[in-house]
């Protein structure tokens, strides 16, 4: 498994050489690595120490750990292939969560000063056996381990109220052919860091109690746990230290086998004693069975020497013991039950096993009759540095850990010092700029030499930011005054102030600003390379005069009128590439996206430190999601931190919304407004209704549809977007528009009038199936009232088309009525308006006598 924080690398020449010899019926003793051994290193290492193979420090490592299973009762002499019982600390005893716990100091020696001390990397690692198997987790119905996870454990630091979780990220977790044992690690730098000295505590290691129930051989439940810490303090000397770790199993029998670690990269010092630290863990080693060793590789020899410590001899090296300092433990026993964890001096009298200026040597470890593995080993050698300091001085009036806005102008001068006792050949200074700042200029205001800003990418630094600034300084000479400065680099930095760059970061890892830079060159007489990044100061108080190496960082502080080239695209801290409704081949052409950025960065499809994210580097074109999803991509600019990416994605910037739609019905002559809506993204995004003739036409028509023949009409409409004379819809949607026909009138009346008493009947005819409807206008309420049979007490009475009066009273002259005509779709039509007078007439009584008359 590839832990994120956490790499391994160089895997370290382990060889596997079987002694063998003719012993009758006996078996061969076997020796198989699990997991090489390679060099630890640590992406939460601050400073120059991230990821590095080697810590080459003025400093030192410790280690410390415990067992979390003993036999009960304990004993001194026993091992493990015994009755175990798990160990819970007082503080655990009534917390059902904790299975098994055991605790250990972290201390520091005597006369440093914690305040003054940095943890540079603390790695965590336990071991333990269960099942015969890689199963992570244990099963044993009826048995305290049962259930317990092999990757998962309790972790305490000092002044953490409660443990926390944590899941193994590397190592070997358990086969049948090693019998089960495993060991799990995790980077617990940060935790280290914060926490400092004092106790800490592990719960939960995975195992069983109980005798072992496996023969031949019968190997016996063990668990614990060591923590290896590296630290600095410049009072101390120069360390090269080395964190080797894997799983190297040794099988016992009665022949012998043993496993060759070679260690390069380190240089001894240059004269006097070579003082060389070993740490070392193991898993299973067994306190009463002896023959087996570690060893050393002799100086200008192939003969190698055993090792021993105070806690075992040289023919049981791995007897259970944890011999650490004398530092506190809980429970603090002789006898830890399957659990090797030390620290010892290495014999080098006389330098006869590592010598001045030695850069590797070679060990050996190995058994005649036990079973163990191991699985860290730690070196520690002194070294010889020349004493070269770079002191990095802001000149702009920006502290370290102080804001800066974007666009600012940043000075800096460099200073040289040379505090060691011989002069610098070949010395050369690098200024290692990050991609949030461009370099503006740099003289060498003392100490000559060449001053020239490369990028690996780039000849323009106004347009690309990050690269570096070289000083070929030449032969760097030995003051008479330690506290001289040699040499001195003036140069001028500009804050970024491109939006993307500042907007669009995880975590907006780009607002801060790492400066850092380093010196190299060997020293005239000892020819040992020379090591040194920036100083950004010396502390006072108790560490008075401690230089503190570390980078100088700055926050970038973000206000809206400080950026340029913000473009629409960047939104919610994504920067978008879009193609405007499709796009060729379903890819946006990676010019396109790569002009926005700086030179040298590199495009990824996958998150960057994530399991496999190299593999997918894009090399070309951007593909891009046909149905208008995004699509996500990471740029990692050239010389960015550790995970630290910029966000962006690709979509084709189509219209997936509709709109609603309703259908709508009008008489003919009339007109009506259409009642489509937007959607609340069309809305939002201005986009605007088009209307279309049918479902399959491109071209939307060129105005609102308004038929002007009465009918049914099936129109579309989409919502949609015209930019650059290019049109992009989303789905149409169907709507109708009824126009419905007025009723014609083919009958109609005017006036007329009735004799006072008498009858008559007029009548109205429309086309188009309309009804129809006899009003009268009412005076008092000033409009148009239906007649009914009522209204005039059966004066009047409608009857369809016809409206008859019978018995006419003068009440009813001058009364003004109309007929209104309603088609089936509501439209109306009205007749004329006529007038009825209401007539006395003369009525002939005799009509044999014409000259007499009765008048009305």
């Known amino acids: 498994m590839t832990n994120l924080a956490t790499t391994r690398l160089w895997s370290v020449n382990l060889l596997i050489v079987l002694i063998c010899s003719l012993l009758g019926n006996k078996a061969f003793a076997q020796a198989t690595i699990k997991v090489p051994f390679s060099q630890r290193i640590s992406a939460m290492a601050p400073g120059d120490f991230k990821n590095k193979q080697t810590y080459s420090l003025q400093g030192d490592f410790t280690m410390l750990g415990n067992s979390n299973a003993f036999v009960d009762p304990y004993s001194d002499d026993e091992n493990n292939s015994s009755a175990m019982k798990f160990y819970k600390l007082p503080a655990d005893a009534n917390n059902p969560a904790i299975r098994n716990s055991s605790a250990a100091?972290?201390?520091?020696?005597?006369?440093?000063?914690?305040?003054?001390?940095?943890?540079?990397?603390?790695?965590?690692?336990?071991?333990?056996?269960?099942?015969?198997?890689?199963?992570?987790?244990?099963?044993?119905?009826?048995?305290?381990g049962d259930g317990m996870n092999k990757k998962k454990i309790k972790f305490k630091a000092p002044g953490m109220a409660s443990y926390t979780d944590i899941t193994a990220t590397d190592l070997f977790y358990g086969s049948s052919d090693v019998?089960?044992?495993?060991?799990?690690?995790?980077?617990?730098?940060?935790?280290?860091?914060?926490?400092?000295?004092?106790?800490?505590?592990?719960?939960?290691?995975?195992?069983?109690?109980?005798?072992?129930?496996?023969?031949?051989?019968?190997?016996?439940?063990?668990?614990?746990?060591?923590?290896?810490?590296?630290?600095?303090?410049?009072?101390?000397?120069?360390?090269?230290?080395?964190?080797?770790?894997?799983f190297a199993h040794i099988k016992n029998a009665n022949g012998g086998a043993?496993?060759?670690?070679?260690?390069?990269g380190f240089r001894a010092c240059q004269n006097g004693s070579v003082h060389i630290r070993m740490g070392m863990m193991a898993g299973e080693g067994d306190r009463d069975l002896a023959g087996d060793y570690f060893q050393i590789q002799m100086r200008n020899s192939?003969?190698?020497?055993?090792?021993?410590?105070?806690?075992?001899?040289?023919?049981?090296?791995?007897?259970?013991?944890?011999?650490?300092?004398?530092?506190?433990?809980?429970?603090?026993?002789?006898?830890?039950?399957?659990?090797?964890?030390?620290?010892?001096?290495?014999?080098?009298?006389?330098?006869?096993?590592?010598?001045?200026?030695?850069?590797?040597?070679?060990?050996?470890?190995?058994?005649?009759?036990?079973?163990?593995?191991?699985?860290?080993?730690?070196?520690?050698?002194?070294?010889?540095?020349?004493?070269?300091?770079?002191?990095?001085?802001?000149?702009?009036?920006?502290?370290?850990?102080?804001?800066?806005?974007?666009?600012?102008?940043?000075?800096?001068?460099?200073?040289?010092?040379?505090?060691?006792?011989e002069a610098i050949k070949?010395?050369?200074?690098?200024?290692?700029?990050?991609?949030?700042?461009?370099?503006?200029?740099?003289?060498?205001?003392?100490?000559?030499?060449?001053?020239?800003?490369?990028?690996?990418?780039?000849?323009?630094?106004?347009?690309?930011?990050?690269?570096?600034?070289?000083?070929?300084?030449?032969?760097?000479?030995?003051?008479?005054?330690?506290?001289?400065?040699?040499?001195?680099?003036?140069?001028?930095?500009?804050?970024?102030?491109?939006?993307?760059?500042?907007?669009?970061?995880?975590?907006?890892?780009?607002?801060?600003?790492?400066?850092?830079?380093?010196?190299?060159?060997?020293?005239?007489?000892?020819?040992?390379?020379?090591?040194?990044?920036?100083?950004?100061?010396?502390?006072?108080?108790?560490?008075?005069?401690?230089?503190?190496?570390?980078?100088?960082?700055?926050?970038?502080?973000?206000?809206?009128?400080?950026l340029k080239n913000c473009p629409r695209e960047t939104a919610n801290g994504v920067r978008q590439f879009a193609a405007f409704c499709s796009a060729t081949g379903n890819v946006i052409p990676r010019l396109q996206i790569a002009s926005a950025y700086p030179a040298g960065t590199k495009f990824y499809a996958q998150v960057p430190g994530t399991t496999g994210y190299t593999s997918s580097l894009v090399t070309g074109d951007f593909a891009v999601a046909a149905n208008g999803t995004s699509t996500k991509y990471y740029a990692v600019l050239e010389g960015a931190q550790d995970n630290c990416?910029?966000?962006?994605?690709?979509?084709?910037?189509?219209?997936?919304?509709q709109p609603t739609a309703q259908d709508i019905n009008y008489c003919f002559g009339s007109t009506a407004p259409l009642n489509n809506q937007l959607s609340a993204t069309g809305s939002a995004n201005g986009y605007q209704l088009?209307?279309?003739?049918?479902?399959?036409?491109?071209?939307?028509?060129?105005?609102?549809?308004?038929?002007?023949?009465?009918?049914?009409?099936?129109?579309?409409?989409?919502?949609?977007?015209?930019?650059?004379?290019?049109?992009?819809?989303?789905?149409?949607?169907?709507?109708?528009?009824?126009?419905?026909?007025?009723?014609?009138?083919?009958?109609?009346?005017?006036?007329?009038?009735?004799?006072?008493?008498?009858?008559?009947?007029?009548?109205?005819q429309a086309t188009n199936g309309a009804s129809v409807e006899w009003q009268y206008y009412n005076k008092s309420a000033k409009g148009w009232t239906p007649i009914t049979n009522s209204t005039f007490s059966g004066t009047i009475s409608?009857?369809?088309?016809?409206?008859?009066?019978?018995?006419?009273?003068?009440?009813?002259?001058?009364?003004?009525?109309?007929?209104?005509?309603?088609s089936a779709g509501g439209c109306v039509a009205y007749t004329n308006e006529a007038i009825i007078q209401v007539k006395n007439c003369m009525i002939m009584t005799n009509p044999m006598i014409p000259a007499k008359f009765k008048k009305n």
């Open 302 to 421: 192939s003969a190698y020497q055993s090792l021993s410590h105070g806690g075992n001899t040289a023919g049981n090296f791995f007897n259970s013991s944890v011999y650490t300092g004398g530092n506190t433990r809980m429970p603090n026993r002789t006898n830890n039950y399957g659990i090797d964890i030390s620290m010892f001096d290495l014999p080098n009298t006389n330098n006869s096993l590592i010598s001045n200026n030695q850069t590797s040597t070679s060990f050996r470890f190995g058994t005649t009759q036990d079973v163990y593995n191991i699985f860290n080993i730690t070196f520690a050698v002194d070294a010889y540095v020349p004493q070269v300091e770079l002191l990095n001085v802001s000149k702009s009036g920006v502290a370290n850990q102080g804001d800066v806005a974007p666009g600012q102008v940043l000075d800096f001068d460099l200073n040289v010092y040379n505090k060691g006792t």
């Open 645 to 657: 990416y910029l966000k962006l994605e690709t979509l084709i910037d189509k219209v997936t919304t």
């Open 426 to 562: 070949n010395g050369k200074v690098e200024v290692v700029i990050p991609p949030n700042l461009h370099f503006v200029k740099a003289t060498s205001a003392l100490g000559g030499g060449t001053v020239t800003w490369t990028h690996p990418y780039s000849t323009d630094p106004a347009a690309t930011p990050g690269g570096k600034i070289v000083w070929d300084l030449g032969t760097i000479p030995l003051p008479a005054d330690p506290s001289a400065i040699v040499a001195t680099l003036k140069y001028k930095l500009k804050v970024t102030d491109d939006c993307t760059l500042l907007t669009t970061s995880n975590s907006n890892c780009e607002l801060s600003v790492e400066l850092n830079g380093n010196i190299a060159g060997q020293g005239a007489i000892s020819n040992s390379n020379v090591r040194g990044s920036f100083i950004i100061g010396y502390n006072d108080g108790a560490c008075m005069g401690n230089p503190i190496r570390e980078p100088f960082t700055m926050n970038i502080k973000v206000g809206g009128t400080q």
């Open 690 to 764: 088009f209307y279309f003739a049918d479902a399959s036409t491109p071209t939307p028509l060129s105005a609102a549809p308004a038929p002007t023949a009465a009918g049914t009409y099936t129109y579309y409409v989409a919502e949609g977007i015209l930019r650059d004379n290019v049109l992009c819809i989303g789905s149409k949607v169907p709507f109708i528009i009824t126009v419905n026909a007025v009723p014609v009138i083919t009958q109609n009346i005017d006036d007329f009038y009735v004799c006072n008493k008498g009858n008559k009947t007029v009548s109205v």
């Open 179 to 246: 019998s089960g044992m495993y060991t799990g690690y995790y980077d617990v730098t940060n935790l280290v860091r914060n926490a400092g000295v004092g106790t800490y505590s592990v719960a939960n290691i995975a195992t069983f109690e109980g005798e072992d129930n496996l023969s031949n051989p019968v190997i016996g439940y063990y668990g614990g746990w060591g923590l290896v810490i590296v630290y600095e303090n410049t009072s101390l000397k120069w360390r090269d230290i080395t964190v080797f770790d894997g």
């Open 258 to 264: 043993y496993g060759q670690l070679d260690v390069a």
């Open 798 to 822: 409608p009857g369809g088309n016809n409206l008859n009066i019978t018995g006419a009273s003068i009440d009813i002259d001058a009364l003004k009525i109309r007929a209104m005509f309603t």
């Open 105 to 144: 100091d972290f201390k520091l020696p005597a006369g440093l000063n914690s305040s003054c001390t940095k943890i540079v990397f603390a790695g965590l690692y336990w071991a333990g056996r269960g099942d015969n198997n890689s199963a992570d987790v244990l099963s044993k119905s009826g048995n305290a």
